[in-house]
């Protein structure tokens, strides 16, 4: 069952699955399974403490698996974690609440509280396709080849587990904080600690008919009045989960009647919104490091690259990052121990990682000897930057642009940025039926 408003929004307030009473919170929630990816002995360790309790851990698959498993051990994998959803499912683990919302406040080693707001996402209203009005964009481009092995493990799967966050563009607080004040005196729907230095998590529900849910309602409303181009919300993490909802949804929607599409529950996403402006949310650029491409390769390719660009290579006194303001196009580059300024005056895309990004495309399609990694933090970019590789450090995302820098470059550069650190992702919690079979019951 959904609640659905006004019919401008692509939300409605589902009907939301949380663990039984009595289950053991800490070994239930676990991280996102597109983290750790190249850390087995992270989803080990997890493993162990789960033990045989119920944990969200049996009803997800891990993406590393995805790189070290064989197609047919993939496969098993899946129909195990169907089994063991519909197994929970059938043994009552699970209690539904009222159709309505869950505010979320998150606690990390790197912030005291990061809020959000889960809710149910029209994918009707949602596109990844750059250029695209829909109210529910992209931040970054979609690999479409890792589509269809997601939509394996979803396409047989009753419930959905969301690590899904999006976006919302609201400086003055009007939406998630509000309702947070509303509801500080209430008891938590869920109150644990996070496993593996997750840190703490917490949630407040209300129903979708309370005076909360609908100052909720009114509150987006305005943003989107005020959004110009109709943007609401933008994808931040688990874009490709996103991707694979609809594709999914797709699928089943051919073969529905007009009446049933509208209610059917793989219509809507579960997802978690954070206001981009909520100080808990950290946003950091990704840096690069290209290995087998020596300083003076660089130069070199870039003067030839950039030249009606208005390349400019300025020795620089340290490798801190460039100034994000509107305009500039800088970015530094750094063998280690030296690091210039690089300025473009007519740059090739809006933002300094897009110049820098089709830069690094080309050079690696010419030579296949030339590699690019993904950095998170300055100090590792040094760490890997030598004689045969180049580092290359980004300025920072800014908050207050983000929203339009995204509508004017429709989607950034992979690797753009990310919100937060690694232990601060997602930690899965709720569900949300989106089997019309288990719907009904049957």
Not at 172 to 189: C, M, Q, W, Y
Not at 239 to 255: C, P, Q, V, Y
Request: one cysteine or more; charged letters at 25%; glycine letters at 6%.
């Amino acid at each position: 069952m959904l609640f659905q408003f006004d019919s401008r929004l692509p939300i409605a307030a589902p009907e939301i699955l949380l663990p039984e009473p009595g289950i053991d919170l800490y070994r239930w929630s676990v991280i996102a399974c597109d983290q750790f990816t190249s850390e087995p002995e992270y989803w080990e360790e997890t493993d162990r403490i789960v033990g045989d309790l119920p944990s969200t851990l049996r009803m997800i698959l891990p993406e590393v698996f995805l790189e070290t498993r064989s197609d047919r051990e993939i496969e098993a994998k899946i129909t195990r974690v169907n089994a063991s959803i519909d197994d929970y499912l059938d043994r009552g683990l699970f209690r539904t609440l009222p159709p309505g919302f869950i505010l979320v406040d998150r606690k990390t080693a790197h912030a005291p509280s990061r809020k959000g707001l889960m809710l149910a996402l029209d994918l009707e209203r949602y596109d990844y396709t750059p250029g695209t009005r829909e109210p529910i964009r992209s931040t970054e481009g979609t690999v479409l080849s890792r589509i269809p092995p997601r939509v394996r493990i979803r396409e047989n799967a009753s419930i959905e587990l969301p690590h899904i966050m999006v976006l919302i563009d609201d400086p003055d607080r009007t939406v998630i904080e509000p309702a947070f004040d509303a509801l500080s005196g209430n008891s938590p729907i869920y109150d644990t600690n996070l496993m593996l230095d997750g840190g703490h998590l917490k949630g407040f529900h209300c129903e979708a008919d309370s005076p909360v849910a609908e100052a909720i309602v009114r509150a987006l409303t305005a943003l989107f009045e005020r959004s110009g181009d109709g943007f609401l919300f933008a994808v931040g993490d688990g874009n490709h989960s996103l991707a694979t909802a609809k594709a999914h949804w797709e699928n089943i929607r051919d073969t529905l009647s007009d009446e049933e599409k509208d209610l059917h529950p793989a219509r809507y996403a579960l997802v978690e919104a954070v206001n981009i402006h909520d100080k808990g949310l950290d946003f950091e650029p990704i840096h690069r490091v290209a290995f087998g491409l020596s300083f003076d390769m660089f130069v070199d390719s870039a003067s030839r690259y950039f030249r009606d660009c208005g390349f400019e290579l300025i020795s620089a006194e340290s490798d801190s990052r460039p100034d994000s303001h509107t305009g500039s196009s800088e970015f530094v580059v750094t063998n280690g121990y030296k690091h210039f300024r690089v300025t473009l005056k007519n740059p090739p895309h809006p933002l300094p990682v897009g110049a820098l990004q089709s830069y690094l495309d080309e050079i690696t399609g010419q030579d296949p000897d030339l590699h690019i990694d993904y950095i998170h933090g300055e100090a590792s970019v040094l760490k890997l930057s030598g004689a045969d590789s180049t580092g290359f450090i980004l300025p920072d995302i800014s908050k207050a642009s983000f929203f339009q820098s995204l509508s004017e470059s429709h989607v950034f550069p992979r690797k753009t940025f990310s919100m937060g650190h690694a232990r601060e992702k997602r930690y899965y919690m709720e569900a949300k039926i989106i089997s019309e079979r288990r719907k009904e019951g049957q």
